[in-house]
Nanobody, 123 residues
Framework: QVQLFESGGGLVQAGGSLRLSCAASGSTLSSYVVSWFRQAPGKEREFVAVISRSGGSTLNANSMKGRFTVSRDNAKNTVYLEMNSLKPEDTAVYFC????????????????WGQGTQVTVSS
């Protein structure tokens, strides 16, 4: 069973950048498709991006295309989310999740979740 730990969140001004990390323990992360989701206060959890086991394929939510990039380093057992040109509406808790299938944008498909990391974008 894999355990996930997000880090890298924080407070940033609009237009700024952050890189989130999702580190795994208990299992080899390369065995899993990994996705990022986010949840803003009072809103449903929203798909952000997914990366295949090898890292060779990625998908982004349309609203984040061109601004967010998901990548992974299987040697470090870590998945990353690079976020650029951040907007106040990107403010949310960001979660990484594993155990789903590539292409799935539904949180219910994922078995393993981290605790989340807060991203706050000020205007």
């Amino acid at each position: 069973q894999v355990q996930l730990f997000e880090s890298g969140g924080g407070l940033v001004q609009a237009g700024g950048s952050l890189r989130l990390s999702c580190a795994a323990s208990g299992s080899t992360l390369s065995s899993y498709v990994v996705s990022w989701f986010r949840q803003a206060p009072g809103k449903e959890r929203e798909f952000v991006a997914v990366i295949s086991r090898s890292g060779g394929s990625t998908l982004n939510a349309n609203s984040m295309k061109g601004r967010f990039t998901v990548s992974r380093d299987n040697a470090k057992n870590t998945v990353y989310l690079e976020m650029n040109s951040l907007k106040p509406e990107d403010t949310a808790v960001y979660f990484c999740a594993a155990g789903g299938y590539y292409g799935s944008r539904w949180s219910g498909d994922y078995n393993y979740w981290g605790q989340g990391t807060q991203v706050t974008v000020s205007s």
